[in-house]
């Protein structure tokens, strides 16, 4: 009988990742890109499944707050590790966002008010302790694909505020305005964080061991910056809105175009690492971050090829969602996997994956770098 060690579990709390919940955002997507295949009851079981998913990471990251407040602090203080924490942003806005599709208006009306909350806070403490707080910069030595979560948690709530606007009968001025000013800063982010990535791609050596599965959040995050615009665009009319609705739109296909562009060249990065290279290719819980992006991209594509009248866009989202799910559940199977072997282990073993090599390190979190 399999029996799970309490110094495990708490070895693999005290070690979470802060980027954990960019398993809700996979889930909670790809949830959304089969709803649009009307898969009604597999969408409705990957939405409660993110539910379930979200709540226990909730509790585990209070635990961990309470209990490991110092590792906590270091996370904050690490400029390879603090952008996950916008991993929780973007998970509370993703599940929202799925809730209001389903009609669950109110509750997505609670995670908007707390994802918007956790947007404020961490958009200025993560920067600052990651980055701006350390004595030497810059930091561009901490830049990778984590950072682009920062983008994503922008976008995200531009996402929930617009899909909750048409479903209101009161405060619809307020959530177009937020959705805009979202959206904006998102679309700032995005540059500002390239820059910082490139500089560190263009200045430090690059080693196969750098280009991480979180990379390919800088998709993600053109094809939320997409999805989002899609949603403004269609939202009704308000005066933010109908300002910069063609703005909007004609940005939104730039972003999307630039997130087509990248697939190509993340996909050359994945085969210079683990073909050239010969890094092996097994499970880490970074692969999370390469199912969002690709959920992200077809559901993008649907909705953006609806707001523009682009069916070929639209199809190429409808079509690029079976394999974002075929990614999503080859990830789910082999982190099932991983979970039974890693939380069963003897505390001498276990303390082991809390060292730097790569199979230990990769249950850390789904973002490590």
Known sequence: MIRMSSASLSEAVRTLHPGYFALVMATGIVSVG?????MTTLSATLMWLAGGCYLVLLVVSAWRIAVFPTEVRRDLAD????????????????????????????????LLVVGGLAWLLLGYLV???????????????GANGTWFIWVVASQSVAVLAAVL?????????????????SWSVGVVLYGVVGISVVT???????????????????????AITALAGA???QMTDAPTVTAIRDMVAGTSVVFWSFGTWLIPALLAAGWWRHVTHRVPLRYEATWWSIVFPLGMYG???????????????????????????AV?????????????????REPPSLARTGSADGGATSMRGPLND
């Open 127 to 141: 920067p600052w302790t990651a980055v701006l707080g350390h004595r030497h910069r810059p930091e561009t030595v």
């Open 328 to 344: 999503w559940t080859a990830t789910l199977a082999t982190l099932l996997v991983h979970l039974s072997r890693t939380l069963t």
């Open 231 to 233: 949603r403004i665009v």
């Open 299 to 325: 559901v993008a594509g649907v909705y953006l090829g609806a707001a523009i009248d682009l069916p070929l866009m639209a199809a190429i989202g409808r079509n690029e969602i079976w394999l974002a799910l």
């Open 79 to 110: 400029p390879s590790r603090g952008f996950g924490f916008f991993t929780f942003v973007a998970g509370t806005n993703v599940l929202g966002a799925r809730f209001a599709l389903e009609g669950y208006i109110s509750a997505a009306a609670v």
């Open 165 to 181: 606007e048409p479903a209101v009968s009161t405060g619809q001025r307020e959530l177009a305005l937020v959705a805009v000013c």
């Open 200 to 222: 560190r791609l263009l200045l430090d050596e690059l080693r196969p061991g750098d280009l991480t599965p979180p990379y390919w959040v800088a998709m993600g995050a053109t």
């Open 34 to 38: 089969l709803r649009s295949h009307d």
